[in-house]
């Protein structure tokens, strides 16, 4: 009988959704399985307090389920944040679809992925991520209205990644006159981590400005790319970390500061794309901040993808999306100062405008 009892308390541990350790009050976790299609995905529903939930579906090789859901809760959190510090009337979501996008994507399963967001009635609404495309979302668009980021033929505001690499580049400004006293980038040194669609994108925006760019990604021919077309110079260590550098801006996938990486970090700096850059965003944000490594909060200046898709919702134009999108550099600046004028991380600061924004339209509902 007392063995019965431990064993239930085990189990309690391992709660597969409500004990996860990303799991931070979602109010819905929506798992989706077709065999016909081969898909297997999962749409988080963080908190539809300000609006829809809104955020991309991400396709990836996930090494375990676990993986997936970790990264579907700690995804579609961080997109309740994200619109809520944009001032945007949407609350958070994500989707994750485990495969290669590469190998596994086809047509029917987008579409079956589609039914399987259109059954949520609008709760949630989806656009593209890493692994997708616009194509990706047209095919969607067939079987629900309920997303985003579906190409400008098809009446859209189309691919959303030069628009987040600008509001990166705002957000780094604004990070590099908070830390250097200037926001002008020429001659910075400035190591740009996955060059992708925003990466490369942002890639642009520093060689224009004359910044000493270096840029890194597991694939060569990307990189043989992006180095013949900016000028900029290819990486060729193996612990990009632990390099002198002005700035480096995470454009990859999350969690690239974390126990291994942070003390190698000579940075002065952080301000990339990628989403979830801290592992764990309270004692990280911490020991950067000990370290004076200046963090601007990812889901701050990665919000340009979001403010071009939700013009689609809206009906706002190109004029708005760049006006929104340029307005990073000035709220990046008033958080950085915020922190340091009550003596808390920069992600502290921004979490907690954020979460204001939530509770007073809690209130008023
Ligand atoms: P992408 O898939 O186009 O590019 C990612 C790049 O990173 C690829 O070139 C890939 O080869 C490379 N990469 C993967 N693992 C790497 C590693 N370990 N080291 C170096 N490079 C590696 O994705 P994207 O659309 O450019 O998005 C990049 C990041 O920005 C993602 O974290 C995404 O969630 C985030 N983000 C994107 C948008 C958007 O509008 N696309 C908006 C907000 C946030």
Redesign the pocket.
Known sequence: METDVVQLSDLKKVAPVFGQTSFDDHEQVVFCNDKDTGLKAIIGIHNTVLGPALG?T?MWQYTSEWDALNDVLR?SRGMTF?SAITGLNLGGGKAVIIGD?KTQKTPELMIRFGEFVHSLGGKYITA????MKTEDMDLVRTVTPYVTGISEEKGGAG???P???FGVFMGMKAAAKHAFGTDVLEDRVIYV?????????LVEHLSNEGAQVYV????QD?LEEVRDKYGVNIYGGNNLYAEEMDIYA?????A?VNDLTIDQLKAKVIA?????QLEEETRHGAILREKGIVYAP?FLI?????I?VYAELENYGRQEIIRKTENIYNTTLEILSKAERNDITTHQAALAIATSRIEARKKEK
Request: proline share 4%; with cysteine.
């Open positions: 991309g991400r995804l994200k996008a593209e991520d890493v692994g691919n959303p990644s628009i987040t690499a981590q996955g060059i992708g669609n925003v990466g490369e994108a890194s990604d597991i694939n990307r995470p454009c990859a996938l999350g690239t990339g794309a990628a989403n979830n990812d990665n919000a340009g993808g979001i071009n």
